[in-house]
Structure formats: structure tokens, C-alpha cells
């Protein structure tokens, strides 16, 4: 079924103003669901609210969240997000970083207390109207083994950067720093299909090409894979953003990290508060005229664009370009759910007296 | 043969010293090359020493620089390294985002007009003894060919990264966006063995283990590999890092990237002024008392370094370990080169009348 992200909009909205957001705060979240789904993430998009929903009854989100910035200098902060959704943590975050930035020429927020925030690429394109290049790191429930290891320790810690052009549209990057996403998994799962290898491995590290291996206490590998094609580099990505998202925050590292769904119980022990961002964002202006820096992006994506392709390839794309599409398409025809997805919702709105239905 | 460190910082000093620079400045560059010589990493040790005294010749090195602040902001600024040999202009660039995240929280310098500095990971590391967390990116000599295509637009554009703990030494990720470094081609092609399928491709785009095939028009591949195991993001890591160190800064960027080697032409056309790096420092009590900050790292390094090997697989490592063990090998045993780099070395100094010998 197609939706118009009108309505798209207006379901999330009143839903997450049903358990306890304002109106302000449920439209901030709403924007960011129904950009996963424009952007063709449905796997960050209404596939999770009844993650939130319940997080939400077991007390484990709060919706009338008191977020602050606990410490700060020029160009840095700290923000407590009080256990919010995610997306109000991070929008909170981002903005502190772009003011930040306005200042100092560069701003930079580290963000503990959170929860799945939904795609990191939104966070990032919040500094594309303010001339300035955005950066979201996150990390997330730990899936993922270190190089050599059957202990999973990491998220899929993404990574995201948008860079505003001049006649083009913005380069904007985001990317797990795993082979795949996670979903891509459960579609495999759901599609009684296999994987291919070099995306996960068994309880023991092998290498095996089946996608439901994470419920047999299998892990995912870090990009690259496996050691000889470089997994140690994807190891070293996936740390960083763990770092940067969680030390300097105060938010849990690795391990620590509280599960994104209420079937799995919160670690026992932790060092941090909730889940852990980073925010960057970057005053174009500082480094260089604006004006000149966006003819010199113009010039790079026209070079990569027009980079030859090997026989039989496609194009080659600018990072962004994917989404960009997508979106045009699913604004035209609108934002297609899945039955189950549908069900799902429709059963969450009876449950909590929304007039609305999908 | 075996050399201690101190004859090879001799050594390289008094070269640098031959080819014009001052005594303060060759020792800058020489304790850059011991480092990488003591990490381990040869690659980017006195191996090069060669090209830096080809290039000096053909007149496309300046070892009088007028290195200087062409733009700057309370937490950013645009270094001109005024084409001096990289690692000078690295060390001023560090410095200067060292000095602004004393004041700022965070520093953040962008450099044009520099050429190849050796290892990245030197330049993280000076954050460590200010207490604060160090990053180096830079763009490469372009060899890396973007997901679909046979254009070699991207060089292996390395990320370091250098954070500090408490009792256990600091983790220091420092790694090419590709999935091995090129040397490791080199070093092949010098036994006469084939490479691993996955690294590079040939002129068609088609898998190749033929590790001379970059003398073939062939192309090294992103991290990944191939789009299936997530190559997309290897080009999104090497992109990113070409943007930031050459699109902020006015340096060439991608295929304009000026060749690190004589007898390699610099680009017929250009868009910007010779190699760009990037380099942050960011105070870590901007974020978190630091005391607070290194108990944390410590306990994500024993958590990390405690993780269950996969049977028959060494113990997990923590970037940054493999290089301090070689050091300290080193130390203990000296710094070995090969006798066709001690000949090399042995002709140069003749040639510029040096009295030392290797």
C-alpha cells in the first residue's frame, strides 16, 4: 500500500503524541520517520514504532524528556538526552553543534542518555541549509565481533557526512561502518533466503551464509570482512564511532549499549548512560570563501560522475544520489508499507484510541 | 643490516640539511621518518628518502617554506604549506590545531600546497601529551578506482586517529581507505608472487591477483572490495577524506593530487595547490573530565582485549598494538634496511657530498 508522506507524517505524529511527546516534539520525530522513508530506509522507518511503542509501556523511553547541555566550551558540548527518542536527543545535539559552529566555525556535540535515533544522514543534512558540512556518528547494539574475535562487541556504528554544493545537489554519505545493514539480513530471513559470505560469521567465526545467524549467537563482520581484506580497518571505523560517541559523552561503549527493542533486556552492568552520537558541524566559510568552496564540490562530484565505468556497470554514483532518487519517486507514487508493517500499526492505534488508520 | 635510531635520524637529518633545509626543520622531518621506520611501517621510512631528493632536483620540493595562516577562525585554520616537503607542513598544521583546541575545546587545520608526509598516525599522536584526542587524514596520489568505474580517481587517503587512555598506552588507529596499503603490492611484485583477489582490478574493472597490474593501467579497489561486500563505503571513507583535506583547504583534490614521485608528471591541469591534509585535536575535557574520560578508555581497552578468540585466531588487538611492539623490537635490535635502500641511500649522500655512510 502507498501512503502520501502527509499521512505518513500525520500517523507518527499523533502516535508519538499518544505516549506523551508534544506537538513540537512529535513533528520533529515525525520528520525524521518519514525521511528514512522518502529516503527508502524503511528499515529506519515505520517498521520501528512498535520498537518505540514498546519501549515505551515497559518505562524504558521517555517522552517528556528534559535534554541539556551538562558541559560546554566554545565550540563543544555535552548534551544529556534524559532517555528521549532518539531523533529529539539528536536534533537537540545537531542544532547545538550548528550554533556552535555559527560561533566558533566549527561546533561539536557529544550526546549520551539517547535511544535509536533513526538514520544518521538526517543529522548530518541539518547543517547543509546553514553552509556548513554536517557529521553524525552513532553507535549502536552490539552485533558486530572485532577482527579475530566471537565476542560481539560492536554496533554497526555508522557513519555520516553531507557536504553541501553549488549547481549540484549535496554529496551525502551514510554508511554502516559494517559490509550491510543489518536489515538486509532479515529480509534475506524473511525471504527464506541465503547471504553471501563475508557479511557475518557462526558462534565459532566461520565464515557461513546463513542470515539468521545472529539468533544462533553468530556476529557481523566489520567492513572489509575478514582480516586479509582488510576487516581490521572496518574494526578500527566501528571503534572510533564507539568512542567518540560514547566516551566523550558518558553514554555505554560497546557492549553497553541498551538494545533498541523491549524483547531484550538492558545490560546488567554498564559504565554509561543509554546510547551514545557525535555531531560535527563545520562553517564552510571558515576554511574557505563559500561561494568557492561550492564550485570546487561542483567540479569534484562532475569529476567522479563522469568517471569512466567498467563494461556492463552502471554509472558512477555520488554518495547521496541513491537516496536522492528514491526520494523524487516515493514523493511521485508515494511511501509503499508492507502489509505486516500496516497490520502492525493499525494494531498499535486500536491499543491507544487514535481515531487514525493506515 | 641493523642501524640504531639515532644513525638513522643522523642520517636523514644531514640529507635534509644537504638539500637546504634548516637544522630545526630536518630534525621535524627526520624524527617523522625514524618513527615510521620504528613503528614498522618501511613503507613510508628512509624508502623514500630517494624521491624527496629526485623531486628536490627536478625543482618540485621547497625545503625553504614560508609556511603559513592564510585564514582562519577561534577553532579552524587554512595552512599554506608552500610546497615544503610534508611532514613540515604536517607538524605546523598539527600544531595549529593544538594550540586552537587549547583555547577553542577543538582545533581544526586544513593544509593545500604540502606534498606526502609519511605516516598519518605521527600526527594524531602530538595530541596525546596535551591531553587530547588527535586526527589526520590526507589525499594520496590518485590509484583507487570508485565502485563501477576504471578511472583512478582517489589515492589510498589514510585516516589516523590517536586517543588517550590511563594506565594501558593509547589506541591509535592509522589505516588506508583500501583494503592494504600499496606497498604490500610492491613487496609482491618484488618476490614475484601473485596478490589476493580482492585488493586491485585490471584495466576492464575485472578481478585480478596480478599485483603489478597498477603498471598495467589496472586500479587498487576501496575498502570492500567489490560493491557486494560494501566497496560503496570504502569510496564514501576515501571521498570524504578528499573533500575534507582538499576541497576546505585549495589543495588538488582526487586525480589532480600532484605524484609523490620525479618521474611521474605533476597534472597537466590543476584546481588547487598540491597535496591537502586535514587535522582536528580535540581537548578531551571539553567533553568529560579528563581523569574520568582515561579510566573509561581503559576499561573499553581491557573489554576489547579481553573478547573471545574465534579458535585458533590470536587474541584481539587494540589498534595501535602492533606498531608499539615493533617499536619496541626495534629499539632493542635496531631499525633494519634492505641493502638495495643502504645502496640507495650510500649513492645519495655521495652525491651531495655528505661524509656519513649507512
Known amino acids: 500500500m502507498y501512503y502520501s508522506s502527509e499521512k505518513i507524517t500525520d500517523f507518527t505524529r499523533t502516535f508519538f503524541e499518544k505516549i506523551g511527546c508534544s506537538n513540537k516534539d512529535a513533528n520533529i520525530i515525525a520528520d525524521v520517520f518519514v525521511a528514512a522513508e522518502l529516503r527508502g530506509i524503511g528499515s529506519h522507518g515505520l517498521i520501528r514504532i512498535s520498537d518505540h511503542f514498546e519501549l515505551w509501556k515497559a518505562g524504558r523511553l521517555n517522552t517528556k524528556p528534559n ?7 566554545v565550540s563543544t558540548a555535552v548534551v544529556d538526552g534524559d532517555n528521549a527518542p532518539g531523533m529529539l536527543a539528536a ?3 545537531m542544532e547545538t553543534a550548528i550554533n556552535k559552529a555559527a560561533d566558533a566555525g566549527t561546533g561539536w556535540t557529544a550526546c549520551r542518555n539517547s535511544n535509536h535515533f533513526g538514520i544518521a544522514g538526517y543529522y548530518a543534512m541539518m547543517a547543509l541549509n546553514h553552509d556548513m558540512i554536517g557529521i553524525c556518528l552513532t553507535n549502536a547494539n552490539p552485533l558486530v565481533a572485532p577482527t579475530f574475535s566471537i565476542s560481539r562487541l560492536l554496533g554497526t556504528n555508522p557513519i555520516a557526512v553531507a557536504v553541501p554544493a553549488g549547481k549540484h545537489p549535496p554529496f551525502v554519505a551514510d554508511f554502516a561502518t559494517t559490509p550491510i545493514a543489518r536489515g538486509k539480513l532479515e529480509v534475506a530471513v524473511k525471504k527464506g533466503e541465503k547471504t553471501l559470505f563475508g557479511y557475518v560469521q557462526d558462534k565459532d567465526g ?5 542470515p539468521d545467524i545472529l539468533r544462533k549467537d553468530g556476529a557481523m563482520l566489520p567492513l572489509g570482512g575478514d582480516r586479509e581484506h582488510g576487516s581490521h580497518k572496518g574494526y578500527c571505523l566501528g ?3 564507539d568512542i567518540f560517541s ?3 559523552s558518558g553514554a555505554g561503549f560497546g557492549p553497553f549499549v541498551p538494545p533498541s527493542v523491549a ?7 554498564t559504565n554509561g548512560k543509554g546510547t551514545g552520537h557525535f555531531f560535527g558541524a563545520m562553517r564552510i566559510d571558515s576554511f574557505r570563501e563559500a561561494d568557492e568552496f561550492r564550485a570546487a564540490m561542483d567540479l569534484w562530484i562532475d569529476t567522479f560522475r563522469n ?3 567498467a563494461e556492463g556497470k552502471p554509472a558512477v554514483l555520488i554518495p547521496g544520489d541513491v537516496e536522492r532518487e528514491q526520494e523524487k519517486i516515493n514523493r511521485k507514487n508515494g511511501i509503499c508499507l508492507i502489509p505486516a508493517v500496516i497490520d502492525e500499526l493499525n494494531n498499535i492505534a486500536g491499543e491507544l484510541d487514535m481515531e487514525m488508520r493506515l
Open 246 to 248: 560514547a566516551l566523550l
Open 263 to 269: 524483547y531484550l533486556s538492558p545490560p546488567a552492568e
Open 239 to 241: 571503534a572510533t564511532v
Open 307 to 309: 568517471a569512466e565505468s
Open 67 to 73: 535534554m541539556r547541555i551538562t558541559r560546554e566550551t
Open 206 to 210: 566461520n565464515p557461513t551464509d546463513d
Open 91 to 93: 536534533v537537540f545535539s
